[in-house]
């Protein structure tokens, strides 16, 4: 048996989508589960009650953040593999059955799933969304690295809880996935549609949070097992394949100016976690061209 587990807030027009799609990539994997829906406001609550049957449980959370509600779903869920993703996205067709076909070896203990960009590729942060998942599918395929978020799955139990207050769970979970001795594996075909942001005061936000959550892994969690899992250092080395993703003289521009905001990025995450000492806590802000 499998549990789906689909975390929201705020999400009401994007969360029946997330929840069909689901529906019918488990039908497809023809495995007994179920879908365990957890969001704290009343609006997505609504939306998400509307779609409840025997398979479809709804939860509403206290507003803690994703954290509180994955421990909430952790203690709740009878399956024995645990399939995370958000309610702003939503999955392939086949995405569940290509992620358990990877279960017949012992050695993993997540899988990610591949996050597919349905932004436009023709402005510069839809660009750089295509650019960026391309990446993230090329470095997955070459090493050891994070899970997405937006589609993975997990082996019950590895993980029991979060700290509430960390800014990148699935990099946490990914981090005690390999320091309980297991690895993570990667799944291309399991793919998970989504849209990134559109402006980019909501790109910035975004990414200080997914990123400097990495700063707060090794500050506050004393988590170092994966070396090198994601750093300016990395970053640095992977340029010349960055500047060779442009098709055209207009995406080369639009690369360079995504260098540039990204050493932009590790600039304020430097100034914001080493001089002015800012609190983890201060930088989850919402994200709402996303949805």
Not at 77 to 93: E, H, M, N, Q, R
Request: charged share 30%; proline share 2%.
């Amino acid at each position: 048996m499998i549990s789906c587990i689909i975390t929201a807030c705020r999400e009401a027009d994007t969360l029946g989508k997330a929840i069909l799609c689901m529906e019918d990539a488990c039908r497809i994997a023809n495995v007994e589960y179920e879908i365990l829906v957890y969001a704290p406001d009343e609006e997505t609550i609504k939306e998400a009650i509307s779609y409840e049957s025997k398979d479809i449980k709804i939860f509403q959370d206290e507003g803690k953040g994703k954290p509180a509600a994955l421990n909430l779903a952790f203690k709740e869920a009878k399956g024995d593999i645990l399939i995370l993703s958000d309610g702003d996205v939503y999955v392939s067709t086949y995405s569940i059955r290509e992620l358990l076909k990877m279960w017949n070896s012992s050695k993993f203990g997540a899988i990610s799933g591949r996050p597919e960009s349905i932004s436009s590729i023709h402005t510069k942060l839809g660009y750089w969304s295509h650019l960026l998942t391309d990446m993230a599918d090329i470095t997955r395929r070459k090493r050891s690295f994070v899970c997405s978020g937006y589609l993975y799955a997990l082996k019950r139990g590895i993980v029991k809880q979060i700290p509430e207050d960390c800014l990148v769970d699935d990099a946490y979970i990914s981090y005690k996935v390999v320091e309980a001795g297991y690895e993570l594996g990667y799944c291309p075909t399991a793919q998970v549609f989504v849209k990134y942001p559109d402006n980019f005061k909501d790109w910035m936000a975004q990414k200080k949070r997914s990123t400097g959550g990495y700063v707060q892994l090794g500050k506050d969690y004393k988590l170092h097992p994966i070396k090198e899992m994601r750093s300016i250092k990395q970053e640095i080395k992977g340029v010349k394949e960055v500047l060779g993703y442009a098709k055209n003289f207009r995406e080369f521009v639009w690369t360079l100016s995504l260098i540039i905001a990204r050493l932009w990025l590790w600039l304020n995450i430097f100034w914001e976690r080493k001089v002015m000492r800012k609190e983890f806590s201060k930088t989850w802000t919402r994200v709402g061209s996303t949805k």
